[in-house]
């Protein structure tokens, strides 16, 4: 890589803050980056990451989408389910679980994501400052998975805390010790609710999938870990990106509190993805930009960089209610798209509507108590301080 000077580290936290000006440089000066320390190879461009999340025979998922594997130890493959297979074990666990997992299901949680939504709004309306993403948008999409799996209300708080556990890495991007305990906890619940649904069905998730009669006990838990760590603070850090860059620009505010909620949850996951690399493996020697990448190399592809990319989406650096985001790359492409997006899109919706009823678009953002985290695939917000008024 003669001659290429610019260095990206993922997770660090210089680039954390702001990863998109490094960003624009590996597009531009080194569509394929080789990390001399980290030995791992990034994507950038948009052509590029589509291409390769479109190629699963070239670019394995066995890995799991992590960049560093070691993040969940030795539990790697067991609780990362399908997300972490090829075909065509991929396609059989993912065809039994999308039977379970369908439009229906998924629509009629719509009351009660919106009751969730309501309850945890009239707080933040009634305490006047809160913290949008420790106290509304991390609360939410976890609830709601609950609620899809049958964990009954009064076990929440637990779940909660095991669940916040597993996603708390090291600077490193390891897992901490705690995380690893929370597991074996986690593990054991849900053995207990999966022998629940065996007894006694109930219309809930579990349910569909103990009687669909496809998959082991083991392979349900750990689907469901794989429910927790895809679409619990993927959807968090989308309702907090939506909340602060809505707040940054307060003429796209004015939209967003006009009605213009689709767009203002689809320039979102545009701009502020919150996914924003996936890792795969190479499985032969591939000429990547003149640069010859050798079989089992580990590729970052970074959606984050794909989703600014000025070639597909122009002037990508403004956050643009009314651009086209129909190419952007938020929810992956191919054999692995993202089985949540529906469910994803319909609590931003249900509860971005709510905020536009129930609060004045005049609220506040106080930047310097933000907090970003980076870890695993996502990047987003887990403190943004707010004052708001009622509406
Ligand atoms: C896969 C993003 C919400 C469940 C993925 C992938 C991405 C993604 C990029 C592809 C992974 C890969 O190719 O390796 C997001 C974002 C979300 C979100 C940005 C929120 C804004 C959800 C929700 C759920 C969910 C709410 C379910 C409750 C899944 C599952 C997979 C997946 C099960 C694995 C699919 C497979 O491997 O075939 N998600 N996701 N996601 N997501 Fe989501």
């Given at each position: 890589m003669g001659g290429v000077d610019v260095v990206y580290t993922p997770y660090d936290p210089s680039i954390n803050d702001d990863p998109y000006p490094v960003y624009a440089r590996l597009r531009q000066?080194?569509?394929?980056?080789?990390?001399?320390?980290?030995?791992f190879w990034a994507l950038s461009r948009h052509a590029d990451v589509s291409a390769a999340l479109t190629d699963s025979a070239r670019y394995s998922s066995d890995h799991g989408?992590?960049?560093?594997?070691?993040?969940?130890?030795?539990h790697a493959r067991t609780f990362l389910s399908f997300v972490a297979m090829d075909p065509p074990e991929h396609t059989r666990m993912r065809s039994i679980v999308s039977r379970a997992f369908t439009p229906r299901r998924v629509a009629a949680l719509e009351p009660m994501i919106r009751e969730i939504a309501r309850g945890y709004i009239r707080e933040g309306v009634e305490r006047g400052t809160f913290d949008f993403a420790r106290d509304l948008s991390a609360k939410l999409p976890l609830d709601v998975i609950s609620e899809l799996m049958g964990v009954p209300p009064s076990d929440r708080a637990e779940v909660r805390r095991n669940s916040d556990l597993l996603v708390r890495y090291d600077p490193q991007g390891q897992m901490a010790d705690a995380g690893l305990k929370s597991i074996m906890s986690l593990g054991d619940y849900y053995a207990s609710i999966i022998a629940d649904r065996k007894s006694t069905p109930r219309d809930d998730l579990v349910s569909a999938l103990v009687s669909d009669g496809g998959l082991t006990d083991e392979e349900i838990s750990a689907f469901v870990f794989l429910l927790i760590g895809a679409g619990s603070e993927t959807t968090t850090h989308l309702l907090s990106a939506a909340w602060y860059w809505a707040w940054r620009n307060p003429d796209q505010r004015a939209a967003a509190f006009g009605g213009a909620i689709t767009p203002w949850v689809e320039e979102s996951l545009r701009y502020d993805?919150?996914?924003?690399g996936l890792a795969r493996r190479l499985t032969e020697p591939t000429e990547l930009h003149g640069t010859l990448v050798p079989k089992d190399a580990k590729i970052w592809i970074l959606i984050g960089a794909a989703n600014r990319d000025e070639s597909v989406?122009?002037?990508?650096d403004v956050y643009d209610l009314?651009?086209?985001?129909?190419?952007?790359i938020s929810f992956g492409a191919?054999?692995?798209?993202?089985?949540?997006g529906p469910l994803a899109r319909l609590e931003a919706r249900v509860t971005l509507e709510e905020l536009t009823k129930a609060v004045s678009p005049g609220y506040e953002v106080h930047e310097e108590g933000i907090k970003r985290t980076a870890h695993g695939n996502v990047r987003g917000m887990v403190r943004l301080p707010t004052t708001v008024r009622a509406a």
């Open positions: 000066e080194a569509p394929i980056y080789h990390h001399p320390d980290l030995d989408p992590m960049l560093d594997r070691g993040a969940w130890g030795p993805t919150p996914a924003h989406f122009p002037d990508a009314t651009r086209d985001t129909s190419r952007a191919g054999r692995h798209y993202c089985l949540g």
